[in-house]
């Protein structure tokens, strides 16, 4: 078990420009879970998948940002546009279905707009 | 509007000693509740759990205590040690096609040695 990976851990980029993470979930999971965090906050939930559908989306997600996970293994999250209010820890889980409720945590990427 | 709270955003303690981290929600249809621990710059990891149907869950020095009535979880951490020093999380799920968890804001504990 290699845990949940997330690529890069950090990225500094301007107002304007885009952005792409990638997480690679645990082998086995079929749920893969995307949350933003920011200081003196919880995680906050943005988008999950189930194998290759995506299939809940938050308010939070505005359509700035895109999720993707084209065969149902890892993902990639996109952020247009950048603003510096999307300044935030960008936190990737998966789980496996039936398997109870409990997500696995990658150690995210810290995101920083200048 | 926040479904999930934890209103101490901080707690020290004496090693040895008991922690009580607490979370209140707000929607009884959450049927089941998480707690977090995280490490500065890590992910967060998964502490210990509890259906709704359970009103205690107890794995080694940790313990979750739920009161439906009162809409209330505790988590009782026995004894301390200043490897516990982390921010733990409340979270709490809709269960069944809801897969994600609605978390809290998060109580940073201090265990002094």
């Known amino acids: 078990d290699t845990g949940v990976s997330q690529d890069p851990r950090h990225k500094i980029t301007k107002r304007g420009q885009n952005v792409t993470f990638r997480c690679d979930p645990i082998s086995e999971h079929n749920r893969l879970y995307w949350y933003r965090q920011t200081l003196g906050q919880g995680p906050e939930f943005l988008t999950y998948?189930?194998?290759?559908?995506?299939?809940?989306k938050s308010r939070l997600l505005s359509d700035r940002f895109s999720a993707e996970r084209p065969k149902g293994s890892f993902s990639t999250l996109e952020i247009q546009r950048t603003e510096q209010g999307d300044s935030a820890m960008y936190l990737c889980?998966?789980?496996?279905?039936?398997?109870?409720?409990?997500?696995?945590f990658g150690s995210g990427t810290q995101l920083s707009v200048l | 509007d926040q479904q999930v709270k934890q209103n101490s955003p901080s707690l020290s303690v004496q090693e040895g000693r008991i922690s009580i981290l607490n979370c209140d929600y707000t929607?009884?249809?959450?049927?089941?509740f998480l707690w977090y621990k995280k490490y500065p710059a890590e992910g967060p990891t998964f502490l210990i759990s509890?259906?709704?149907?359970?009103d205690k869950n107890e794995d080694g020095r940790f313990t979750v205590f739920l009161n439906k009535s009162a809409k209330h979880l505790s988590l009782h951490i026995v004894p301390s040690q200043p490897g516990d020093s982390a921010v733990y999380f409340c979270a709490a799920s809709l269960g069944g096609s809801q897969g994600n968890l609605i978390f809290g804001k998060g109580t940073k504990l201090s265990v002094k040695p």
């Open positions: 929607n009884s249809m959450f049927d089941y």
């Open positions: 509890i259906s709704s149907i359970k």
């Open positions: 889980a998966s789980s496996l279905v039936g398997a109870g409720e409990k997500l696995f």
């Open positions: 998948f189930q194998n290759e559908a995506q299939l809940e």
